[in-house]
């Protein structure tokens, strides 16, 4: 046992250590392979009906201001602060991505980082609306997921190149409006990310709010 | 002579070490700063995600981007199909191994028709039809078979990966049958041609991806991490037939 475990582990520091010249993928190999197949069980209920034409519509609405060239880069910031706001549930987002760091936080710097954090998303995004080259987006199903959300599956489609598969996780709240919070591209999601870098910076930085709040603030 | 055996037998030893904590860290829930991901060796980690971003900064992104300027949509895409038709021996085995006889049917039904039909594998004719690409690896079917992650490592070059992941890519690599037909004819140009452009291919794909985490995230490190994490989440699951969304817990 302890022998061919040497010799594996021989071979593995080998490769790893003595032979790097042959470098068979790039930093982050696998982190957006295109194309997985997955297929869901369609649950389609009415609350997938509707939470599928809401992504469709939300999906129609973004893409009628991007590619229209005669707004203005502010005209085009306005026109997603509209949709950020009738579309995507904010104060969700944004607690999720402080997990629980939320809770030690004063209720004033829980004000703040709300306001922070949606300044944050808007400057994000203005940056990236002249990366659009017509996409579409192509709503495929849907399905339950826990007793609250509903997991809108779509494809981005390019005009050329392979497509991106995002799923919505859309929430219905209380009057009965159906909002995202969370979107999840090929398998990441953003939420998920955003909190990991967070509770990283606020916990390498002594478990301070404070310290993430000035990262904000820059 | 004697130097050069005994930093091979500290090498082995010290993987040997790995891998010994990869079985034991397989059972245990030690985790760190990200709930969900085992890493003991942050600091060290760190360093190499600098280095590796430094080399990348200075070769492998111009290229990338080099590549994109002189190479249109069509032709990139021609090229990354191709090179995945290559790769399709590591995908069917790779089912065959977790079990998944449809998979690794579509896989032998993608390899033959976009073989012969789509000009040696540079149209995907076969994900046209319906039948798509699923990437599979050795670390996948490791997974599948129960064993887990191990450990966050950041590879020297090859960026973030598991010790699970990291173990199952060099079984690709030496069981992967056209690289051992290569390197047995001696066309050592070809083998590295290949992996070249599969470097550049892969990196162009990622130029977007790889800009906004850099730009939008105040720790890089951490955010690459858990986004590594959840894309092999998702990848393993695939294989499974499970759903691949993360939880959506809140505290």
């Known amino acids: ?218 | 002579m004697v130097f050069k055996i005994q930093m091979k037998r500290f090498t082995a030893g010290l993987f040997t070490i790995a891998m010994s904590s990869l079985l034991v860290v397989a059972c245990s829930a030690n985790k760190s700063t990200d709930s969900e991901i085992y890493d003991p060796l942050e600091n060290v980690n760190r360093t190499t995600l600098k280095v590796n971003e430094a080399i990348d900064k200075a070769v492998l992104e111009p290229v990338a981007k080099g590549y994109r300027f002189v190479t249109p949509q069509a032709g990139r895409t021609l090229i990354s199909n191709f090179l995945r038709n290559l790769n399709s021996p590591t995908v069917i085995g790779n089912e065959l191994l977790q079990g998944d006889l449809e998979g690794a049917g579509n896989a032998t039904a993608r390899v033959i028709i976009n073989t012969l039909a789509g000009f040696g594998g540079i149209l995907d004719l076969a994900a046209e039809g319906g039948i798509e690409h699923q990437p599979e690896d050795f670390g996948q079917t490791l997974a599948t078979w129960g064993v887990g992650d191990g450990m966050y490592v950041v590879l020297p070059l090859f960026g973030p990966s598991t010790l699970r992941d990291a173990s199952g890519r060099l079984v690709d690599r030496y069981t992967d049958p056209l690289r051992m037909y290569l390197s047995n004819i001696d066309e050592d140009e070809l083998r590295y041609a290949r992996i070249g452009s599969e470097i550049i291919s892969q990196r162009e794909g990622l130029l977007e991806v790889i800009n906004d985490l850099r730009r939008n995230s105040f720790d890089y490190y951490a955010a690459i991490r858990s986004a590594y994490y959840q894309n092999r989440q998702s990848l393993i699951n695939d294989s499974n037939g499970s759903a691949t969304i993360p939880s959506y817990d809140e505290f």
């Open chain 1, 1 to 218: 046992m302890n022998k061919v475990f040497i010799k594996f582990s021989f071979l593995l520091s080998v490769a790893l250590i003595i032979v790097p010249t042959e470098i068979e993928a790039s930093a982050v190999n696998g982190l957006l392979d295109k194309n997985p197949t997955i297929n869901y069980n369609l649950v389609v209920t009415d609350n997938g009906q509707k939470a599928q034409s809401f992504i469709d519509n939300m999906g129609q609405q973004a893409i009628s201001f991007l590619s229209n060239k005669s707004l203005s880069q502010s005209q085009k910031e306005r026109e997603f602060r509209k949709l950020l706001k009738s579309s995507f549930d904010m104060k969700t987002i944004a607690r999720f991505a402080m997990g629980r760091h939320w809770k030690t936080a004063s209720a004033k710097q829980q004000a703040e980082y709300l306001q922070l954090f949606e300044k944050m998303v808007v400057s994000a995004y203005t940056e990236r609306f002249n990366e659009y080259r017509g996409e579409n987006i192509d709503v495929t199903s849907s399905r339950a997921d826990g007793s609250r959300d509903i997991i809108v599956s779509s494809n981005i489609v390019p005009s050329a190149g392979s497509k991106i598969k995002v799923d919505w996780r859309v929430r219905k709240n209380k009057s009965g409006t159906y909002k995202i919070i969370d979107v999840i591209i090929e398998g990441v999601s953003m939420s998920l990310t955003q909190r990991s870098d967070f509770s990283s910076v606020i916990q390498r930085g002594g478990g301070d709010v404070e310290v993430l709040l000035r990262h904000l603030r820059k």
